[in-house]
């Protein structure tokens, strides 16, 4: 059947080749005899009574090998004529916007053709062609879009790697705004995760999770900067940021690490004066030292902390020296446990620099193990 399609298309495609057609006047309506197989009625995307077209897309298969016919033959007739491309446009944006006018089928074997189009890299049709036309609030509360879009997505990563769908919406304006395509009833992470999890899109699952991930990441980074340059007091900064860690179910080893990240941040570094940055880390950990506190609340927790402060100190260059004093500041101010800094000491896993560190701490260490030993 495939077969018998595309040869009867390339006859057709030689036809029209060689004909006197006015594309120009006639161009939406050849693209409409291409999908439905004739002339739609105004207000409608059914084709006029009278004669058909015997061969169109909703009429076939609702499968890859009979729809990708219909896009390489629509693909050689835009490459003859690439103005075109406008009437294409047209008529994909008002089928797209009526999807509600077409069986559940019909609308399937659609998605596989748009999924396909962008596949095969369709002469031009640019993405907001496709997603905007979709955001209609009637189609999206019907559920309508979300089943579009999912069988868009199933065939179109059938021939495509995640990132390039990423870049195929960024395109159409539509990577930050998977849940607009969701009922306002459904319009959750959580919704968004069940849905395409049983639709076998587990990638697109973890996408959106690391993009949220980041989107409020950035959200408490920002909160949490602006209080301390407005030198908040210490209780509210450590309530305020409690909340915002809870309300976004952030993993506690990452609100360490982030928290760690921004009091660095924060420090105002001197350009070329070793001294004055090494003064102004070890004031910042010291003034700073009851948030620490307020969050490093288990061992696993104060042993993360130390992970974080040697990855800096080993990344950058005015931090590398620093290493056993910011350990023993956290000591000091009951951040650290003696139990967590000897843990670390004796068997941390993590590599970079461990080596120059562990011989800066052994002074220190020494003098942990004796007074262990004097008590």
Request: hydrophobic share 40%; net charge negative.
């Amino acid at each position: 059947m495939p077969f018998s399609i595309f040869c009867y298309q390339e006859l057709v495609a030689k036809s029209i080749e060689s004909s006197d057609l006015n594309f120009s006047r006639y161009g939406d309506t050849f693209f409409e005899v291409v999908f439905v197989g004739g002339r739609t009625q105004p207000g409608t995307v059914k084709p006029e009574e009278g004669d058909r077209h015997p061969y169109s897309m909703l009429d076939c298969v609702a499968q890859r090998e009979t729809i990708l016919p219909f896009v390489l033959y629509i693909q050689k007739t835009l490459r003859r004529r690439p103005f075109l491309i406008k009437n294409l446009e047209n008529v994909m944006r008002k089928f797209l916007q009526s999807l509600e006018f077409f069986e559940e089928n019909e609308r399937k074997k659609l998605a596989i053709f748009t999924a396909l189009a962008f596949s095969q890299k369709l002469s031009g049709l640019p993405p907001e062609t496709v997603f905007q036309p979709l955001l209609k609030d009637n189609l999206v509360a019907k559920g309508i879009v979300l089943s579009f879009i999912t069988e868009f997505f199933k065939e179109y990563l059938k021939e495509n790697t995640l990132d390039d769908l990423i870049a195929l919406l960024k395109k159409g304006k539509m990577e930050d705004n998977l849940l607009d395509f969701f009922p306002s009833a459904k319009r959750s992470s959580e919704a968004l995760s069940e849905h395409f999890i049983k639709e076998g899109l587990t990638s697109l699952v973890e996408y959106n999770e690391k993009k949220m991930f980041e989107v409020k990441l950035k959200e408490i980074k920002s909160t949490l900067t602006t209080m301390i340059n407005d030198e908040a007091a210490i209780p509210e900064v450590i309530e305020t940021v409690k909340q915002q860690v809870k309300d976004a179910k952030f993993p506690d080893l990452e609100v360490i690490r982030m928290l760690w990240d921004v009091l660095m941040e924060a420090v105002q570094w001197s350009g070329k004066n070793q001294q004055q940055n090494s003064n102004a880390a070890l004031r910042q950990v010291k003034a700073w030292a009851e948030l620490l506190n307020a969050f490093c609340t288990s061992g696993r927790l104060e042993l993360e902390l130390i992970y974080k402060v040697q990855t800096q100190c080993y990344e950058d260059a005015k931090l590398m020296k620093l290493f056993p004093e910011i350990i023993r500041t956290l000591y000091d101010q009951d951040v650290l446990a003696e139990d967590t800094v000897l843990l670390w000491f004796r068997k941390g896993s993590n590599q970079k620099g461990r080596q120059s560190f562990v011989k800066a701490l052994e002074p220190f260490v020494k003098w942990l193990e004796e007074a262990e030993e004097e008590e």
